[in-house]
């Protein structure tokens, strides 16, 4: 079984920074895209910024020059930095990840959600 473990959140003042990670543990054997969504109160899901398996990455125009994704493969972890934090970044934010497992012995192409973490920017 697959689980993404997520770490960082928290309460920062306008012009803050703040360090999200996501770790992926159990038994997945291919680790394709890694990206980071968000959701505030009364909005959808939003894609905040990606990086794929050989390590491109997006973002979201909102966060560019601010927020930068990265991963580890490694240690299969994706990290996102965010930096210059505005009040219209609060949301809970949502580890994403596509790759692939064994389930019932047969190799079957999989996405998995962390549980999310909240992000609060408030003086």
């Known amino acids: 079984q697959v689980q993404l473990v997520e770490s960082g959140g928290g309460l920062v003042e306008p012009g803050g920074s703040l360090r999200l990670s996501c770790t992926v543990v159990?038994?997945?054997?291919?680790?394709?895209?890694m990206a980071w969504y968000r959701q505030a109160p009364g909005n959808q899901r939003e894609l905040v910024a990606g990086?794929?398996?050989?390590?491109?990455?997006n973002s979201a125009d909102s966060v560019k020059g601010r927020f930068t994704i990265s991963r580890d493969n490694a240690k299969k972890t994706v990290t996102l930095q965010m930096n210059s934090l505005k009040p219209e970044d609060t949301a809970v934010y949502y580890c994403?990840?596509?790759?692939?497992?064994?389930?019932?012995?047969?190799?079957?192409?999989?996405?998995?959600w962390g549980q999310g973490t909240q992000v609060t920017v408030s003086s």
């Open positions: 994403y990840v596509d790759g692939k497992t064994i389930q019932n012995y047969v190799l079957r192409q999989r996405d998995w």
């Open positions: 990086v794929t398996g050989s390590g491109s990455t």
């Open positions: 159990g038994n997945i054997l291919i680790i394709n895209d």
